[in-house]
């Protein structure tokens, strides 16, 4: 079993940055891939960005290609979503997930999630 807990949300402008980060508890973040899924008010949950369990690979939502990246630490037990260029669409609650596949970017494969991190762009 994994506890999972985020931190770094907050509010930003447009066009600013965040590091949102994953601590992991109980067991060892490299037993897992790892995933970013996000949820605006009103709407589904969706896929934002996911890390194979090595690190190697990544995949991430086209609407964020090129502005966010996924990395970790396997040394801090620590996942890590650098977020640039941030638009107000962006503005969601952040949930990072761990799941006992290499890499998925399916929200049901994923076995355990934190409790969220609220991120505001402003325009």
């Known amino acids: 079993q994994v506890q999972l807990v985020e931190s770094g949300g907050g509010l930003a402008q447009a066009g600013g940055s965040l590091r949102l980060s994953c601590a992991a508890s109980?067991?060892?973040?490299?037993?897992?891939?790892m995933g970013w899924f996000r949820q605006a008010p009103g709407k589904e949950r969706e896929f934002v960005a996911a890390i194979r369990r090595t690190g190697v690979t990544t995949f991430y939502q086209d609407s964020v290609k090129g502005r966010f990246t996924i990395s970790r630490d396997t040394a801090k037990n620590t996942t890590y979503l650098q977020m640039n260029s941030l638009k107000p669409e962006d503005t969601a609650v952040y949930y990072c997930?761990?799941?006992?596949?290499?890499?998925?970017?399916?929200?049901?494969?994923?076995?355990?999630w934190g409790q969220g991190t609220q991120v505001t762009v402003s325009s």
């Open positions: 109980g067991r060892t973040v490299s037993r897992y891939g």
């Open positions: 997930a761990a799941t006992n596949r290499l890499i998925t970017i399916t929200a049901r494969e994923y076995d355990y």
